[in-house]
Protein backbone atom coordinates (compact mmCIF):
# COMPACT_ATOMS: atom_id res chain seq x y z
CA UNK A 1 0.00 0.00 0.00
CA UNK A 2 0.92 3.82 -0.91
CA UNK A 3 -0.13 6.58 1.42
CA UNK A 4 -0.15 10.03 0.06
CA UNK A 5 -0.49 12.97 2.82
CA UNK A 6 -0.17 16.60 2.50
CA UNK A 7 0.21 18.67 5.22
CA UNK A 8 0.55 22.31 5.42
CA UNK A 9 -1.65 26.08 6.96
CA UNK A 10 -4.44 26.25 4.99
CA UNK A 11 -5.57 29.72 6.03
CA UNK A 12 -3.78 32.30 3.74
CA UNK A 13 -4.35 36.41 3.14
CA UNK A 14 -4.73 37.89 -0.33
CA UNK A 15 -1.46 37.96 -2.00
CA UNK A 16 0.02 35.61 0.35
CA UNK A 17 1.37 32.65 -0.38
CA UNK A 18 0.86 29.36 0.26
CA UNK A 19 3.08 26.18 1.37
CA UNK A 20 2.08 22.62 1.36
CA UNK A 21 3.86 19.43 1.80
CA UNK A 22 3.22 15.67 0.94
CA UNK A 23 4.50 13.01 2.58
CA UNK A 24 4.72 9.63 0.07
CA UNK A 25 4.87 6.93 1.96
CA UNK A 26 6.22 3.94 -0.61
CA UNK A 27 8.40 1.36 0.82
CA UNK A 28 9.08 -0.70 -2.34
CA UNK A 29 9.79 2.24 -4.31
CA UNK A 30 6.98 2.03 -6.93
CA UNK A 31 6.20 5.64 -7.20
CA UNK A 32 7.34 7.34 -10.44
CA UNK A 33 6.52 11.06 -9.57
CA UNK A 34 4.50 13.14 -7.36
CA UNK A 35 2.07 15.88 -8.63
CA UNK A 36 -0.54 18.63 -7.04
CA UNK A 37 -3.57 19.08 -8.14
CA UNK A 38 -6.57 20.87 -6.41
CA UNK A 39 -10.69 21.22 -6.85
CA UNK A 40 -13.09 24.00 -6.07
CA UNK A 41 -16.88 23.05 -5.78
CA UNK A 42 -18.33 22.30 -8.59
CA UNK A 43 -15.33 22.24 -10.48
CA UNK A 44 -13.25 19.46 -12.17
CA UNK A 45 -9.85 18.97 -10.96
CA UNK A 46 -7.12 21.05 -11.88
CA UNK A 47 -3.45 20.03 -12.80
CA UNK A 48 -0.65 22.20 -11.17
CA UNK A 49 2.46 20.86 -10.70
CA UNK A 50 4.40 17.61 -10.82
CA UNK A 51 8.04 16.08 -10.15
CA UNK A 52 9.61 12.79 -10.78
CA UNK A 53 11.51 11.05 -8.85
CA UNK A 54 14.30 9.58 -10.89
CA UNK A 55 15.10 12.94 -12.96
CA UNK A 56 13.64 15.49 -10.79
CA UNK A 57 11.56 17.08 -14.09
CA UNK A 58 9.06 19.33 -13.25
CA UNK A 59 5.79 20.13 -15.18
CA UNK A 60 4.00 23.28 -15.15
CA UNK A 61 -0.22 23.80 -15.59
CA UNK A 62 0.27 26.65 -18.05
CA UNK A 63 -2.10 28.25 -15.60
CA UNK A 64 0.19 28.40 -12.88
CA UNK A 65 3.41 29.86 -15.12
CA UNK A 66 5.29 31.62 -12.49
CA UNK A 67 3.31 31.66 -9.39
CA UNK A 68 4.47 27.92 -8.53
CA UNK A 69 6.87 25.98 -7.63
CA UNK A 70 7.57 22.35 -6.63
CA UNK A 71 10.59 20.23 -5.58
CA UNK A 72 11.15 17.04 -4.69
CA UNK A 73 13.58 14.86 -2.21
CA UNK A 74 13.78 11.42 -3.74
CA UNK A 75 15.67 9.71 -0.72
CA UNK A 76 12.84 11.03 1.80
CA UNK A 77 9.81 10.49 -1.01
CA UNK A 78 8.83 14.21 -0.49
CA UNK A 79 8.19 17.43 -1.19
CA UNK A 80 6.09 20.68 -1.39
CA UNK A 81 4.61 22.86 -3.27
CA UNK A 82 4.62 27.05 -2.99
CA UNK A 83 2.26 29.37 -4.54
CA UNK A 84 2.88 33.44 -4.56
CA UNK A 85 0.04 35.89 -5.15
CA UNK A 86 -2.59 34.27 -3.96
CA UNK A 87 -6.67 35.46 -4.65
CA UNK A 88 -9.66 33.97 -3.29
CA UNK A 89 -10.24 32.22 -6.29
CA UNK A 90 -7.60 30.22 -5.39
CA UNK A 91 -9.17 28.65 -2.53
CA UNK A 92 -9.85 25.04 -3.31
CA UNK A 93 -9.11 21.50 -1.87
CA UNK A 94 -5.42 20.76 -2.63
CA UNK A 95 -4.31 17.05 -3.60
CA UNK A 96 -1.25 15.50 -3.57
CA UNK A 97 -0.65 12.53 -5.32
CA UNK A 98 1.51 9.71 -6.42
CA UNK A 99 1.79 7.94 -9.86
CA UNK A 100 3.27 4.64 -10.86
CA UNK A 101 3.56 5.77 -14.69
CA UNK A 102 5.92 6.39 -16.40
CA UNK A 103 4.72 9.16 -18.49
CA UNK A 104 1.59 11.67 -18.46
CA UNK A 105 2.20 13.23 -15.09
CA UNK A 106 0.40 16.28 -16.39
CA UNK A 107 -2.99 14.19 -16.10
CA UNK A 108 -4.92 13.00 -13.44
CA UNK A 109 -5.51 9.32 -14.91
CA UNK A 110 -1.71 9.26 -14.39
CA UNK A 111 -2.19 9.14 -11.17
CA UNK A 112 -2.86 5.92 -8.77
CA UNK A 113 -2.71 7.07 -4.51
CA UNK A 114 -4.12 10.31 -3.55
CA UNK A 115 -3.94 11.83 -0.95
CA UNK A 116 -7.53 13.17 1.59
CA UNK A 117 -6.79 16.71 0.64
CA UNK A 118 -6.24 19.68 2.29
CA UNK A 119 -8.64 22.62 2.58
CA UNK A 120 -7.25 25.60 1.74
CA UNK A 121 -9.23 29.33 2.21
CA UNK A 122 -7.67 32.24 0.80
CA UNK A 123 -9.23 35.60 2.74
CA UNK A 124 -9.47 39.50 1.10
Known amino acids: QVYVEESGEGLVQAGGSLRLSCRVS????????MGWFRQAPGKEREFIAA????????YYADSMKGRCTISGDNSKISGFLQMDSLKPEDSAVYYC?????????????????WGQGIQVAVSS
Open 97 to 113: AASQSTYGWRFESSYDY
Open 26 to 33: DRTFSTTA
Open 51 to 58: ISWGGGDT
